[in-house]
Every structure is written in C-alpha cells, then in structure tokens.
C-alpha cells in the first residue's frame, strides 16, 4: 500500500477527528501517503480529494463532527457509483482506504474492496447499533451529552411535579435510551426492540408513582418508537398529570468527544492504518470482550445485536 485514502460516511460522531488523526499519523509512521476524501462517498464521486500530512490533524482531537464532512450518497449503492469511486481512487493513486462510519458505509467498502481498493472500515455512529462491536464511535459523548440533557429536564419537570417523556436518538435501536434512562435514574425507558408497552401500563406506572410520593416521571422514548408530542398529550389526559414532551435531536451528535470515544477512536483509527498497511482488505475493525479486533465484512453484516435482558429488567427493577 502506497497511498491511504480516509473518509467519513454517514451522521457524523463525536470522535471521527480522533480516529481521522490516528489513521492519518499512523499511516506516516508506516512510510505511507495519506489523502483525505471530503463528503464521504459523494466527495470520492466529485473527486474532493486533499493530500495529508501530520499537521492537517493537528488541533482536531477535541471537536466534535467530522473535519472532513459527512454525507449520505444514494449514487454510492449502485454499481455504476461504486466502479466510479474506485476509478477516482486509482486515479488519484489511492490503493487503501479508511471508511469510517455506520453499517450502511460498510456496504460501499465491501464494494470497493471488491473492486480492487484495499478497504476497512471502522464503526463510527453514535447508535452503537454495529452488531460486531460492542464499541461505537462517538456513542459514549452522545449518551453523555443526552444524560445531562435530561439531568436538567429532570429539575424542572419535578419541581413542576410534571411528567417528561423525553426523545433520543438511535435510529432503531434502543442503546441511547437505555443507557440514558439507566443514567438518569427514568422511571419508564422505551426501546423499540422491546415494544411491548402498552400505554395503559405507563399510565397506571405514573398514578402509582405519584400515590408513592414521586414528584416527577421520566420516561425515555427511543426515536424508534417517536411520537413522544402525541404521546404527552394521551397521557395528561390520562392521568391529569401535566405531561410534556422533549425531542433532544441533533445536540446529541455534536459537541466535544469525551476521553473515551477520543481513545478508542484513536486506538481503532491506528489499528486500521496498520491491518491496511499490511496487506488486509475488507475487514471492520471492532471492540469485542475487552479487545480490538477485526472481522470479514460480511460476516461483520451478517450478526446480529440484542439489548441484553439483564440489562433492561435491571433498568426497571431500580425504577421501582
Ligand atoms: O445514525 C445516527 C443518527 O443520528 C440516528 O440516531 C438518527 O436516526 C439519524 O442519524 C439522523 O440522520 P440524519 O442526519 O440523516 O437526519
């Protein structure tokens, strides 16, 4: 490998500069050229292709979004775009590439890798819904960031004695809810993949908690689910209990990455520059039982994430 070619993809994380920086400065390390893609796969498209060195990285560790810009590229998932893309790639002399980003972007390196441009991808969405990995990029500052969120939507809904139902992201999956329902101590977490609730049982949940003294509710409703305004408006006329709803959005995908999503970034970006250097193709780099490792693509795509149930019932048995 002459020339690593790294790009973002996808919704961008807290922690993509890190792993950037770490797939830029280990590659140098190795004697390798680094060329940043803008844009992601639509940037590869409209050749925004800039060459690397140690300094374009300098001062980035601590922000949070990506320095290279991110986009989502329906041109990407067609063969015509992927042949295209790899085209660009030898043209500009890149015969390594870094993609970073969610399970969609991994489509496009299995297809690069195919095409003859040595390619691995790393896990970079704050969803943490990579069945490979039990690591994100960019997931641990989001669900910091949701948790004090809703540490000061807690305030005031108690010292209103209102009841919140407060929205976080993760496209389908339910991990940012979870964890941040579990952080902040919420009395009811909704998660798609366990969507048995009824809302009969949160109403009754909420009389009861208000007979036992609490001043406040917390439920935490998974984007997944959604519906958190509408929602809001059954349950006051429910229970009587004012009732608002909070949609947190986009502020959990920004601001600066905390320690550990710049560390494992860092980690995960140096491991990908080094499997790459020495000659690996269509691998994902993962966290899995306290190491990181990498895995085949496809048998990266083909596994499967649960929310463990310990987990959940935890998470209502300290709601009590
Ligand atoms: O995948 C990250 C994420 O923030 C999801 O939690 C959310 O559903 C989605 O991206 C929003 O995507 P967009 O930036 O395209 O609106």
Same mark, same amino acid.
């Given at each position: ?6 790009? @973002? ?13 770490? /797939? ?27 060459? +690397? %060195? ?11 979004? @990506? ?10 998932? @067609? ?17 390594? #590439? /870094? ?12 297809? +690069? ?18 069945? $490979? ?13 949701? +948790?004090?969120?809703? !540490?000061?939507?807690? !305030? ?11 929205? /976080?992201?993760?496209? *389908? ?6 964890? $941040? ?8 977490? #909704?998660?798609?993949?366990?969507? %048995?609730? %009824? ?5 009754? *949940?909420?009389?009861? *908690? ?18 958190? @305004? ?20 986009? +502020? ?6 905390? $320690?550990? !999503? ?14 790459? $250097? ?15 490792? %990498? ?26």
């Amino acid at each position: 490998i002459k020339t690593i070619g790294v790009l @973002t993809s996808g919704g961008d994380a807290p922690g993509m500069n890190a792993a950037i920086r770490a /797939v830029v400065r280990k590659a140098i390390c190795n004697g390798v050229k680094v060329k940043g893609i803008k844009k992601g796969y639509q940037g590869l498209l409209n050749e925004e292709i800039i060459d +690397m %060195d140690a300094r374009s990285v300098s001062d980035t560790i601590q922000k949070g979004g @990506t320095i290279l810009g991110t986009a989502r590229c329906l041109e990407f998932k @067609t063969e015509a775009g992927q042949k295209k893309g790899a085209e660009i790639c030898r043209r500009h002399g890149i015969d390594g #590439l /870094v993609v970073i980003g969610g399970d969609g972007s991994y489509r496009g390196a299995q297809a +690069m890798s195919r095409l003859g441009i040595n390619t691995i991808g790393l896990p970079g969405t704050i969803d943490l819904d990579i069945a $490979c990995t039990e690591y994100t990029i960019g997931f641990d500052t989001a669900v910091n960031t949701a +948790m004090q969120a809703i !540490d000061k939507v807690r !305030d005031t809904s108690s010292s209103h004695e209102r009841c919140s139902i407060i929205e /976080v992201m993760g496209r *389908n999956a339910g991990y940012i809810a979870l964890w $941040c329902g579990v952080g902040t101590g919420a009395e009811d977490i #909704l998660l798609p993949e366990k969507y %048995d609730y %009824d809302e009969q049982q949160l109403i009754n *949940n909420i009389i009861n *908690n208000r007979k036992k003294g609490k001043t406040h509710h917390l439920i935490i409703n998974a984007e997944g689910i959604g519906h958190s @305004t509408s929602m809001a408006k059954r349950i006051e006329a429910a229970t009587g209990v004012e009732t608002r709803a909070t949609i947190l959005g986009y +502020m959990q995908r920004g601001g600066s990455p905390t $320690c550990l !999503d710049r560390y494992y970034a860092s980690i995960m970006g140096a491991y990908a520059a080094d499997i790459l $250097c020495a000659g690996s193709s269509n691998r994902v780099v993962a966290y899995k039982h306290g190491e990181f490792v %990498d895995y085949d693509i496809e048998e990266a795509l083909a596994m499967q994430k649960e929310i463990p149930e310990y987990h959940y019932q935890v998470s209502k048995a300290l709601a009590t």
